[in-house]
C-alpha cells in the first residue's frame, strides 16, 4: 500500500478547492482512508492520520473517532506519538467523556519520565483538560515537581496547580508550602506562575489571606527589583522590563492588600516608585501605570500616593489614544466618592473630554442602514465580546427594516462565507438566512453588488455552523431553525433539509434533539401546515428584559413546547400543532375523550387590546370579578390564580398566576409549568423572575391564556420545580376546581 498523505499535501489540497463541495468530498475521502489505517492497527503511520485528524476537526469536521487512536500514541514510547497524542487528547477529549479518564495511568507514568520533554507534554495535557477526578489522583505527582530545580518543568507544573485548584478547591492547602519557595525562583516564567497560583489560591480558600499576607515584604521586593533593575532584552517590551510580571504582583497585592494596614504600609514606598519611575509613553506602561492606580485605589494607601494616583489618572486623560481616557475616566468615577477634592483638579480636564467625538453606537444613527452596518461591523471584528442583548437588537433592528432585507442577508451572508468564529454574528446571520432565504436566492439588491447564491450553497454554509465545534450550542439551535425554515423557501433540496433534520434526532445535546423531533414531526405528520407554520415572523415590540430576564431572551424557563409565540431572540420556531400534545406527554396526559380541534396560529386565537376593538367597531363591557383561587399551597409556597375573560373574545381567559413564599429563605431557580386537556389551547407567557423571595418580600408572576371555544369545564395539570434550603423540589398537582364562570 501508498504511504498516506502527509499533513502539508492534505493542507494543500484542501486549500486548493474551489468550493465547500469539493473541500468536503476532499476530507470524506481521507477520512474514510484514516478509518481504514484505523482498522488495520497501522501503528507506523498513526500519528500522521491523527495529525490529519486534528487539521481536519480544526476546519469543523467531526474527528470523534480518533479519540481512541490519541490515547494509543499516548502509551507509545516515541516521543513524536506522544506530542501528537496529547495535542489530540487535549482537542477531542474533555471531562464530559469518560475516555478522557483511561488516559490518567499514562499521565501518571509519563510524570514520572526522567525526559523534561515527555514530562512538559503530560503536564500540559492535565493543566488543560484534566477533571477533578484526574486532578485528584494526581495533584501529588504536580506538587512534587513542584520541587524539582528544573526550571522548565516547574513552570508548567506550577501551571498544572492553578487549573487544580481551580477544579478542586479543597487541595489548596496541599500547594501553600510551595508558594514561598516559588518566589525565591530567578526564572520570571516560574515567578509569574507562582503569583498567579497565589492569586487563585487567595480566590478559592480566603482563609489562607493571613498566611499569604506574610509573604508581602518577597513580593515588594520583587516588583522593586523588577522595576529598578533598568533594561533586560529578555523580559524587555517596548523597553519596559517584564510588564506581564509587574502587573500580576500588582494585582495579587491588590488582594493582599484590601481592609489590611500593615501589609499596605509595606508596599506604599515601592508602588510609588513604581508610579514614577514607569515610562508612560508605551502602552506596556500605561498598563502597569493602570494597574498601579487600581491597587493604590483598593488597599490602605496613604493620603499621598491616592493623589498621586488620581495625578496618574489625570494625565491619561491628555493621551491621545482613546481606549486610554475612558479607562482614566472610569477610575475617576470610582475616585470622585472618596477623592473628591484630589478629582476636583482635573475638573477642566474631564470637560473638555466632553467635547470629544463619541465613535460608539447611539440612538440618532442617521439612518438604518447605518445602524446595521456598524453594529454588523463591531459584530464582525469583536463579536466574542459583545453585550448579550446585542443579537437580539440587532435582529429586532432589521425585522424593523424591511426595505433593507435583502441587503442585509446578503451582507450577512458573505460576512458568514468568510468567518464563523464570530458567534453573535454567526447567530443573526443563520437567523436572517432562514426569515429572508428567499431574497438571498433571488439575488435582487439595488444597494450593492447582488451576489449570486444557490440552495446548495446556502444549505452548504448552514451545516458547516451545525458541524463546527467553533459553534456554540445556542448557534447550532439557530443554524438549524434556520434550515427547517429554508424548507419552504427552497424549490429542490427539500430533502436535503429533511435529512439533515432526522440526524440530528439523536443528537446528545437536548435543545437541538428536541428540535429536530418537533421538526421532524412536523414533515411527518402535520406537512400541510409546514408552510403556515415556518412563515416569515412578524415585526415584534422590543421589550428590555428585567433583572432576572437576560437568560430568558436565549430560552425562556417555560417549556418551548407550551408557548406557540415566536421570538426573534431564538428564532423559536416550534411552535407546531404537537405543543400542547408534547406537554401532555410530559407531565401525564389529562383524560378527555372530546377531540382535538386544529390549533391556529396565536394572533388569530388571541386577539387583545383596544387597537383590535377599534378595528372591528366593537364595545368593551367590563367582566364581572371572578373570585380568585388557592391552586397550590405547600412548605410555604404558595400559587394563587386571578381571573379575568375579555369582553372580545368569550372563549378567551387570561390567568394570572401570582407565587409568594412565606418561609425564611428564597426560593431559587422557580420553573411553572402547566397542561390542559386537548380541547382547549394554552399560552405561558415569561415569568417576572425566577426567585421567589423570603417572608412574602415579593411575588412572582405569569400570565397564562387559555382558549376554549367548546366550554369544557377547566381542568389544569402544574408541575413546579425549584430549589428551597439547598434541596431540589418537583411537584406535580391537578386543579379541577375551578369556578364555572371560567369556562361557561
Known amino acids: 500500500m501508498l504511504p498516506p498523505l502527509k499533513v502539508h499535501e492534505l493542507i494543500r489540497m484542501i486549500r486548493t478547492a474551489k468550493t465547500q463541495a469539493q473541500e468536503?468530498?476532499?476530507i470524506q475521502k481521507e477520512c474514510a482512508d484514516i478509518r481504514a489505517a484505523f482498522r488495520e492497527e497501522d501503528g507506523l503511520?498513526?500519528?500522521?492520520n491523527v495529525a490529519?485528524?486534528?487539521?481536519?476537526?480544526?476546519?469543523g469536521y467531526p474527528a470523534h473517532f480518533g479519540q481512541m487512536e490519541c490515547l494509543k500514541l499516548i502509551a507509545s514510547p516515541k516521543f513524536t506519538d506522544k506530542r501528537i497524542g496529547y495535542l489530540g487528547a487535549m482537542l477531542l477529549l474533555d471531562e464530559r467523556q469518560d475516555a478522557h479518564l483511561l488516559i490518567t495511568n499514562s499521565i501518571k507514568t509519563d510524570l514520572n519520565s526522567s525526559v523534561q520533554q515527555i514530562q512538559g507534554l503530560a503536564l500540559c495535557t492535565l493543566g488543560c483538560m484534566g477533571s477533578s477526578e484526574m486532578c485528584r489522583d494526581l495533584a501529588s505527582e504536580v506538587e512534587r515537581l513542584l520541587q524539582t530545580s528544573n526550571s522548565y518543568i516547574k513552570k508548567k507544573a506550577v501551571l498544572c496547580a492553578v487549573h487544580i485548584i481551580q477544579k478542586v478547591p479543597d487541595l489548596t492547602e496541599m500547594f501553600l508550602p510551595a508558594c514561598k519557595q516559588l518566589l525565591t525562583e530567578r526564572n520570571h516564567g516560574v515567578l509569574h506562575g507562582a503569583v498567579v497560583l497565589m492569586m487563585e489560591i487567595c480566590l478559592c480558600s480566603p482563609s489562607v489571606l493571613p498566611e499569604l499576607r506574610k509573604l508581602v515584604p518577597q513580593l515588594v521586593q520583587k516588583?522593586?527589583?523588577i522595576v529598578m533593575s533598568g533594561y533586560s532584552p529578555e523580559h524587555s517590551v517596548s523597553g519596559v522590563s517584564d510588564p506581564f510580571l509587574q502587573v500580576q504582583i500588582l494585582r495579587l497585592l491588590r488582594i493582599l492588600g484590601q481592609n489590611d494596614e500593615a501589609s499596605s504600609d509595606v508596599m506604599n514606598d515601592t508602588l510609588a516608585q513604581v508610579a514614577t519611575n514607569t515610562d508612560t509613553n508605551r502602552n506596556a506602561g500605561n498598563a502597569i501605570l493602570y494597574e498601579t492606580v487600581l491597587t493604590i485605589m483598593d488597599i490602605k494607601s496613604a493620603s499621598g500616593l491616592r493623589v498621586l494616583a488620581v495625578n496618574i489618572l489625570g494625565r491619561f486623560l491628555l493621551n491621545n489614544d482613546k481606549n486610554i481616557r475612558y479607562v482614566a475616566l472610569t477610575s475617576l468615577l470610582k475616585l470622585v466618592q472618596t477623592d473628591h477634592t484630589a478629582v476636583q483638579r482635573h475638573r477642566s480636564t474631564i470637560v473638555d473630554c466632553l467635547k470629544d467625538p463619541d465613535a460608539s453606537v447611539n440612538r440618532y444613527s442617521p439612518s438604518k442602514r447605518w445602524h446595521i452596518d456598524t453594529i454588523m461591523e463591531v459584530l464582525t471584528k469583536a463579536g466574542s465580546y459583545v453585550r448579550d442583548d446585542a443579537v437580539a437588537n440587532l435582529i429586532h433592528l432589521i425585522s424593523s427594516a424591511s426595505e433593507l432585507h435583502a441587503y442585509t442577508v446578503q451582507k450577512l451572508y458573505s460576512a458568514l462565507v468568510m468567518d464563523i468564529s464570530q458567534q453573535p454574528l454567526v447567530q443573526v446571520a443563520t437567523w436572517c438566512i432562514g426569515e429572508y432565504g428567499d431574497q438571498l436566492l433571488a439575488g435582487n439588491c439595488e444597494e450593492i453588488q447582488p451576489i449570486q447564491v444557490s440552495e446548495d450553497d446556502v444549505l452548504d454554509i448552514l451545516e458547516k455552523v451545525l458541524h463546527s465545534h467553533m459553534s456554540l450550542p445556542a448557534t447550532r439551535a439557530y443554524a438549524l431553525t434556520a434550515i427547517m425554515k429554508l424548507s419552504t423557501r427552497l424549490r429542490e433540496n427539500v430533502d436535503r433539509v429533511r435529512r439533515v433534520v432526522s440526524i440530528f434526532g439523536s443528537c446528545s445535546?437536548?435543545?437541538?434533539?428536541?428540535?429536530a423531533v418537533e421538526y421532524n414531526a412536523l414533515f411527518k405528520k402535520f406537512d400541510h401546515m409546514r408552510m403556515a407554520v415556518l412563515e416569515k415572523m412578524p415585526l415584534l415590540d422590543k421589550v428590555l428584559p428585567g433583572p432576572n430576564e437576560e437568560e430568558e431572551e436565549e430560552r425562556?424557563?417555560?417549556m418551548e413546547s407550551a408557548s406557540t409565540e415566536e421570538k426573534p431572540s431564538g428564532q423559536n420556531d416550534t411552535a407546531q400543532p404537537?405543543?400542547?400534545?408534547?406537554?401532555?406527554?410530559?407531565?401525564?396526559?389529562l383524560d378527555d375523550p372530546s377531540p382535538a380541534p386544529v390549533p391556529q396560529p396565536v394572533t388569530e386565537v388571541l386577539p387583545t387590546g383596544p387597537a383590535l376593538l377599534d378595528l372591528l367597531g366593537a364595545s368593551s363591557k367590563p367582566a364581572a370579578a371572578i373570585p380568585p383561587l388557592t391552586v397550590y399551597n405547600k412548605n410555604g409556597l404558595q400559587i394563587s390564580f386571578t381571573f379575568q375573560k375579555p369582553g372580545t373574545n368569550p372563549s378567551l381567559l387570561n390567568i394570572t398566576a401570582s407565587v409568594t413564599n412565606s418561609t425564611a429563605a428564597d426560593v431559587t431557580d422557580f420553573v411553572f409549568q402547566a397542561a390542559v386537556p386537548k380541547t382547549l389551547q394554552l399560552q405561558l407567557q415569561a415569568p417576572s423572575g425566577n426567585v421567589v423571595q423570603a417572608l412574602n418580600s415579593s411575588a412572582v408572576t405569569q400570565l397564562i391564556q387559555i382558549l376554549n371555544p367548546q366550554k369544557v369545564p377547566l381542568k389544569m395539570r402544574l408541575r413546579l420545580t425549584y430549589s428551597h434550603f439547598g434541596g431540589a423540589v418537583q411537584e406535580v398537582c391537578e386543579v379541577s376546581s375551578f369556578p364555572p364562570v371560567t369556562w361557561q
Open 578 to 589: 404537537s405543543q400542547v400534545t408534547d406537554l401532555l406527554d410530559l407531565l401525564g396526559a
Open 509 to 515: 445535546d437536548l435543545e437541538l434533539q428536541q428540535r
Open 24 to 26: 468536503r468530498e476532499i
Open 45 to 48: 503511520y498513526r500519528h500522521r
Open 556 to 558: 425562556s424557563p417555560v
Open 52 to 59: 490529519k485528524l486534528l487539521y481536519m476537526h480544526m476546519l
Open 223 to 225: 516588583l522593586k527589583n
